[in-house]
């Protein structure tokens, strides 16, 4: 096991996570970067505090989302940079959103539930879509009859809209008491 | 004296002095926007919203008379129209229909036939905002994209030399092995031994042994080194001169050792 300083282990994880083809978490860094090294977790998470510190003013930031660690564009700058980028990030429905919506909101949720609250059917094309870019997974089968499949989102998903977890997604709206009006 | 604007119309308890601004849409712009709906609860919600009403008032009359005009519309402008749609169309009539029955008729535990319509609005509109807002958030490939950089030209991956037990190879042999049989053909090749050969050796052995010992032993024919292909040739051979009648087998007890001599 070798000795690491403080010195040149901020660097080398600010190389890392510049290579890494995904978000690295400390764990990770753990087992693949610093297999050769004495270096404890708590070591790691200041070093990365402080290289998060270091990219605060630059135009792009260390940033914790669900798998890790990320290098990734200041969001301040992504209207300019957007045109560097010829073809336009594709727009999504909002049958697709809302379906999102639920499944992030509501999960485990199974597609009959879905279109009970959307009071329309949900499209096997917005399943099929949310399934290939792995935002959403099958977690399981409820016990019901037909065994419909429930989903659930995953670290992809949080991953693609930036957060560490479910909680950090916008509270909903809250649900008010019915107490109808006189028709 | 200062003549008072005469209020239209008194909802809740309040003038209204004004009328509503998106009264009246026009056909054209109907049609457009009657794509955009997600369902029967979006296009509810829609006429809700812009007749300004509270969602808890729900005035099913007018609300259902809108909803029918708009279904119609769709029909006319040929949209494929959603089953959901009548289905709301048949539950909007019942809920209407049963508001108009007297009070008494009613039972007491019956709940207002809106609520259960009202409930599933509510619950809509709470993820048809929640959608809104996770379209707003900052979002991969849109507002935020991954910072790489590459690596250098000359960068050199390590490469970790697996540690592998002697048992581990020996096992893993065994299985090459194992499928290598399964996956041999039957080859035919051009006899190495040739049986003619053998013979002359089997005579020519007898015979140079023939002054000191007639007989020589089955097993002495055999060259156990040829291996098992040698073996058959040998026997083949003796098979053959038996045969010929050129040497003979002799037994003198059963499962004693068998002896070979030339024949006269």
Known sequence: ?183 | MVQQVLPLAMIHGQAVVEKPQDLFIPPDALEIILETFEGPLDLLLYLIRKQKFDILDLPIAPITEQYMEYVELMKEAKLELAAEYLVMAAILAEIKSRLLLPKQMVEEEDEDPRAELIRRLKEYEVIKHAAEQLDEMPRMERDIHLAQACLTDNFQPREIKAEVELSDLLAAMRDVMKRTRAFEHHHIYKEVLSTRERMTAILSKLKAVREQQPYLAFNSLFDYEEGRQGVIVTFLAILELIKESLIECIQTQASEQIQVRLKA
């Open chain 1, 1 to 183: 096991m070798k000795l690491i300083s403080d010195q040149d282990l901020q660097p080398l994880l600010e190389a890392a996570f510049f290579v890494a083809e995904s978000p690295l978490s400390i764990q990770d860094i753990k087992q693949t970067l610093l297999m050769n090294y004495k270096v404890s977790s708590k070591r790691i998470k200041l070093a990365i505090e402080a290289l998060q510190l270091d990219y605060q003013e630059r135009g792009v930031h260390l940033v914790k989302v669900a798998r890790g660690y990320r290098f990734q564009t200041a969001q301040a700058h992504s209207e300019d940079l957007a045109a560097l980028f010829k073809e336009r990030t594709p727009r999504y429905s909002r049958a697709l959103l809302e379906t999102l919506a639920l499944i992030a909101y509501k999960q485990p949720i199974t597609r009959g539930e879905i279109e009970d609250i959307r009071g329309v059917a949900v499209s096997s094309y917005i399943i099929k879509t949310l399934l290939e870019r792995n935002w959403v997974k099958i977690v399981g089968h409820k016990e019901v009859p037909g065994r419909p499949a429930l989903y659930a989102t995953t670290k992809e998903f949080l991953d693609y809209f930036s957060l560490s977890s479910l909680a950090q997604l916008p509270e909903l709206m809250p649900l008010p008491e019915l107490s109808l009006n006189e028709p």
